[in-house]
């Protein structure tokens, strides 16, 4: 009598062993998944932002422009020069790198885009950096200091020189550069932490 052969247990899980048909497939799919992803991308970074914005030198001169998400701060500083430069002459010979963004007190580098700031929802050491919509001051009047707003001021524009000179007075003496890797859970006000 010849020995009874011991076969393969057709009960038994094998998901967990490689399979090469299995992979493509999750392969195939994640590459499908990042394509779309990179295509809905590409229409958020189309689409419109108005930004209220205030031309800084001593006093604020507001005003407002619409770029598209994508737009990085370099740009936007450039198209703001040349709507300003009508109505404040000594514009038309600066460049965008000799003109600063700040936003809640933070300066904002110029190859950030407005589309960084809101997809990692940038805080400020007084406000959010992504919210564009300007109401009043929320640093003004009667205010609950235990519950947060996510108001926002217009950004200023400065030219690097009037901040070279200004940066020991307030509001300029709060200014710093902004560094995403710097994690803010609480706002200041005038130097005090919001609780």
């Known amino acids: 009598v010849a020995p009874k052969r011991i076969g393969k247990d057709p ?7 490689p399979d ?4 493509a497939a999750i392969a195939e799919e994640r590459a499908r998944l990042k394509r779309e992803w990179e295509a809905q991308q590409i229409v958020v970074k189309k689409e ?4 209220t914005y205030s031309y800084w030198d001593g006093s604020g001169h507001r005003r407002a422009i619409t770029v598209p998400k994508g737009t990085t701060v370099a ?16 514009l038309r010979t ?3 790198d000799q003109l600063m963004y700040i936003k809640e007190d933070l300066i904002i580098p110029h190859q950030f885009s407005f589309y960084d700031l809101i997809v990692s929802k940038a805080r400020g050491k007084s406000g959010p950096l992504f919210h564009f919509d300007v109401h009043d001051d929320v640093r003004v009047g009667a205010l609950d200091a235990r519950v947060e707003k996510d108001e926002s001021h217009p950004g200023k524009i400065v030219e690097r020189r009037w901040y070279e000179r200004n940066k020991h007075i307030f ?8 560094d995403p890797s710097v994690k803010r859970d609480t706002y200041t006000v005038h130097g ?3 609780q």
């Open 11 to 17: 009960t038994v899980r094998t998901d967990f062993l």
């Open 20 to 23: 090469a048909e299995r992979e």
């Open 48 to 51: 419109k932002l108005e930004i």
């Open 75 to 90: 740009k936007f500083l450039e198209w703001v020069r040349q709507d300003l430069v009508g109505e404040f002459p000594e």
């Open 94 to 96: 600066l460049g965008a």
């Open 171 to 178: 509001p300029a003496s709060r200014w710093e550069v902004y």
């Open 192 to 194: 005090g932490e919001v």
